[in-house]
């Protein structure tokens, strides 16, 4: 099966995690990074996961997963290490249209949660399509190395420079050249 690489905005929609330990901890952790309404269901939370809760970041319900939390849900992600429930969450998932990753079940996945490298707006996004995570991390601390923390500011810089010339009047060919002139330095000439 091949996969389909994009990067979706969540800002507004809704996200239901069903599980609270350490590998529902690191899913959340990476939800928060966006605008994403994230509420948890799970009997306990790990310390962050209160915490969390506590600061508002997140809305956390203390009890087992129950049919109809999926209502209202742009997606979910099942990480209870229990294979019946999250059989249970991928059929409603599949059955209300909502987006299913059920950890470390390929077969229960609608899609997957990338290795990412984070440079502000610049993010490298690492698949195996399931096969493989700690090849996609290995991947991912390689690609950290070789695009450091200075290409934040280069490609908020080149957004500027985009927004400048887009805002002068050229022929887009041009335009299209001197964008692919400036983007083709390098992050310290600039």
């Known amino acids: 099966m ?11 929609r809704r ?36 915490e969390w809760a506590r600061d508002g ?15 209202g849900m742009f997606l979910v992600i099942a990480a209870t290490g229990s294979p019946a429930l999250h059989d249970d969450i ?13 950890v470390d079940e390929p077969q229960r996945c609608d899609f997957y949660f990338p290795a990412v490298v984070r440079r502000g ?6 698949s195996t399509g399931g096969l493989s995570p700690a090849l996609a991390q ?16 280069w490609v908020a810089q080149l957004g500027r420079t985009r927004e400048e010339l887009l805002s002068i009047p050229m022929p887009p060919e041009h335009r299209k050249r001197l964008l692919h002139q400036y983007a083709n330095l390098d992050p310290e000439v600039r």
Request: hydrophobic share 45%; proline share 5%; with cysteine.
């Open 138 to 153: 290995r991947l991912r601390k390689e690609l950290e190395q070789q695009f450091g923390p200075e290409w934040e500011a």
């Open 2 to 12: 091949s996969l389909f690489p994009m990067f979706v905005k969540l800002d507004g």
């Open 121 to 126: 707006e610049l993010q490298i996004a690492i």
């Open 90 to 102: 991928y059929a409603e998932a599949r059955s209300r249209g909502v987006l299913c990753n059920a």
């Open 15 to 50: 996200c239901l995690v069903v599980g609270a330990g350490t590998v529902a901890e690191a899913k959340i952790e990476s939800l928060l990074a966006t605008e994403v309404a994230v509420h948890v269901v799970a009997p306990k939370a790990t310390p962050r996961v209160r």
């Open 57 to 71: 970041r997140i809305e956390w319900s203390a009890r087992e997963y129950a049919p109809g939390d999926l209502s």
